[in-house]
């Protein structure tokens, strides 16, 4: 495995449309293992493909709704899209492409995602909440779209600054 850039604010592939995965073998298997091993470095909750400067329809997602005393995990998603929403959650979201900016964000409270796995077997899942969260978030990456883009505003720096007193 190994660690990859994160491409950041102003880099054209931030805004591409990724395309499917079609194959998938030592490549996409790399990239799965590489996204995952730069997501923890950089202390992430998600990560998509061009993010690492790939254009294909890939992203990995920490599930952290987990039970006390169990390990959070990640899950794998290749060729994701969102089947089924509902609820609404308005909160305060960030990106590993726009380090130290915060915007607050609508998004649903429930997702259903269907994607492949690495194998490209077809799953389904679910997440709740942050996962929620992260499953639309990364999904928007693949095509293009970044939370600032969909921020109802960005906080301010005097927010940060209470936000992080609160820590
Ligand atoms: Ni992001």
């Not at 997501?39 to 998600?46: F, K, R, S």
């Not at 380090?99 to 389904?124: L, T």
């Not at 639309?136 to 927010?159: P, Q, W, Y």
Request: charged share 30%; with cysteine.
């Amino acid at each position: 495995m190994a660690l990859r850039k994160i491409l950041t604010e102003g880099n054209p592939s931030l805004k591409k449309t990724c395309r499917p995965y079609t194959e998938f073998g030592p490549r996409l298997w790399q990239l799965l293992d590489d996204m995952k091993e730069t997501m923890t470095d950089a202390n992430g909750v998600g990560l998509a493909a061009p993010q690492v400067g790939i254009l294909r329809r890939a992203c990995v997602v920490l599930e952290t709704n987990v039970a006390e005393g169990e390990e959070e995990y990640f899950i794998e998603l290749v060729n994701p899209e969102i089947i089924a929403s509902d609820g609404e959650q308005e909160g305060g979201e960030g990106c590993l492409s726009f380090p130290g900016q915060y915007g607050i964000v609508k998004r649903p409270e429930h997702v259903v995602v269907r994607a492949m796995d690495r194998n490209g077997q077809s799953f389904e899942v679910e997440g709740h909440g942050l996962t929620a969260r992260c499953f639309c978030h990364e999904i928007d990456h693949l095509n293009g779209v970044v939370f600032v883009d969909k921020a109802e505003r960005m906080l301010s720096e005097e927010e940060l600054a209470a936000q992080e007193g609160e820590e």
